[in-house]
């Protein structure tokens, strides 16, 4: 539902034009004046404002340029008794999107109401899928399965207000999977603001989410907006969420099934507009059933569900994300034969956050341009496998999974996985790789179809 705010100073306009608009089904709000007008656009989330030129404290044309200037998102059209071309004019060109004369038409209005709500909205999704195109791009590393399934649920959900649930283990990204949905959204120019919950002693985190009022407890010197009141019109990521006590679940249920809230100490009610994000490497069903995190909390969370595999699991995006880390830190290193290795049967018990940290450490600690294997265990603090008996495979050896298939199938995956380290190792580009392994391109072209290896086509 659009929200339409009224700036003027006749009862008799400001109740006409209110009642007109909430009969079309728009959610309105009236103020007599411009400073009145600019306290409730920064409490609530408006859509379009219908201003007057003539305007008791703050005239209208200057009110035109602080909500320009503050509430840039904000269609603005300005209302008058006593225009003049000039004044029309000189309003358009300091951004408001019509200038009505009064007596006002009710037809006019409407239809330059639907036409100012229809132009915000296509400004923000030109906005949103623009940010879509390189976000998802530059931001969600990876070309496994898995991560190409989360990119594409960040398109869909971007754009809706639908709260969203995120799971996964420590150091895999939940983060930067809830700034990509906040950043492609609409609201990615409001505040994106996160609450780690595990890190919040529990007789604080209903001050730190609600705000409190001057004086509600002992150390409570000023009064202090909450994170709900901190992220109005944007989005409010409640991370490590399933440590959250069960007193704050139950008002932060409230708020959502409300949109409303009180301080800490307070009685006044604060309407909020937020959406929520929220991430857990918990099991947050098993938690319900027993009784450690509330089940009603948990569907209202759970809308759109997104799980976040391990590293281990996806070892087609470790070699990406490594040279990814390393172009940020402006370091241009190649691996060995055995550093690939060492670095594709690596367990990441850290997830990307290792990974991450790695990088930094080969940034700062290694000067060299290549990195050999035994030069990339030390930089792990790995220590080098003893075999057991001589002729013991490495550590790529084929899993007794593999082994234990016909000689058809072993050898399918066999090649299927030496494929995927092939292209690893030389960048993606299938002319260097087939001559790398020593067969033609149209074969490795048509192998890569057979497995369903996707590539990104790079030649030399």
């Known amino acids: 539902m659009s929200a339409i705010l009224i700036i003027d100073d006749e009862p008799g306009i400001r109740n006409t034009l209110a009642s007109i608009l909430e009969d079309e089904k728009y959610k309105v709000y009236t103020s007599e004046d411009a400073l009145a007008g600019l306290e409730i656009l920064n409490q609530q989330f408006i859509d379009l404002v219908f201003l007057d030129v003539l305007l008791p404290k703050l005239g209208g044309i200057e009110a035109l340029e602080k909500i320009r200037k503050e509430f840039p998102l904000v269609e603005i059209v300005m209302i008058s008794g006593h225009a003049n071309i000039d004044m029309a004019v000189r309003a358009v060109k300091l951004g408001a999107f019509e200038f009505l004369e009064k007596p006002l038409s009710l037809d006019k209005v409407l239809l330059v109401c639907r036409n100012a709500l229809a132009i915000k909205k296509l400004r923000e999704e030109n906005k949103t899928l623009k940010k879509l195109s390189s976000f998802a791009c530059e931001d969600i590393i990876g070309t496994s399965p898995a991560v190409r399934n989360i990119r594409e649920v960040v398109k869909q959900a971007a754009d809706s207000d639908a709260r969203i649930l995120i799971t996964g283990e420590n150091g895999v990204g939940k983060e930067v999977i809830a700034r990509a949905v906040h950043l492609c959204s609409m609201r990615a120019d409001n505040p994106f603001v996160d609450v780690n919950c595990a890190a919040i002693p529990e007789n604080l985190i209903e001050s730190e989410l609600f705000g409190h009022e001057k004086g509600a407890f002992t150390d409570a010197v000023s009064a202090r907006k909450g994170r709900f009141e901190l992220a109005h019109g944007g989005t409010l990521f409640l991370d490590e969420i399933g440590d959250m006590s069960l007193s704050a679940q139950a008002k932060v249920l409230r708020v959502i099934q409300e949109q409303k809230l009180e301080r800490v100490g307070g009685e006044k009610t604060i309407e909020t507009d937020v959406r929520i994000i929220a991430a857990t490497n918990q099991d947050l069903e098993k938690a319900c059933e027993e009784g450690r995190f509330r089940q009603d909390l948990f569907f209202r969370l759970n809308v759109i569900p997104i799980y976040v595999s391990p590293l281990r699991e996806r070892p087609e995006d470790i070699h990406l994300l490594l040279c990814h880390f390393l172009n940020l830190l402006n370091k241009e290193v190649m691996?060995?034969?055995?550093?690939?290795?060492?670095?594709?049967?690596?367990?990441?018990?850290?997830?990307?956050?290792?990974?991450?940290?790695?990088?930094?450490?080969?940034?700062?600690?290694?000067?060299?341009?290549?990195?050999?294997?035994?030069?990339?265990?030390?930089?792990?603090?790995?220590?080098?496998?003893?075999?057991?008996?001589?002729?013991?495979?490495?550590?790529?050896?084929?899993?007794?999974?593999?082994?234990?298939?016909d000689y058809n199938k072993a050898k399918d995956i066999f090649e299927k996985h030496y494929l995927e380290f092939q292209l690893l190792k030389n960048n993606g580009i299938i002319s260097r790789t087939a001559e790398a392994i020593g067969i033609y391109p149209s074969n490795l072209h048509a192998k890569l179809r057979k497995y369903g290896i996707k590539t990104t086509n790079k030649q030399e």
Do not use: C, F, Y
Request: proline letters at 1%; zero cysteines.
């Open 335 to 405: 691996l060995e034969n055995d550093a690939l290795e060492i670095l594709l049967s690596h367990d990441w018990p850290g997830n990307v956050r290792e990974l991450k940290n790695l990088a930094e450490r080969i940034a700062v600690m290694h000067q060299e341009n290549v990195i050999t294997g035994s030069e990339l265990q030390k930089l792990l603090n790995k220590k080098a496998k003893k075999t057991e008996k001589e002729g013991q495979k490495s550590t790529t050896a084929l899993s007794s999974e593999v082994m234990e298939q």
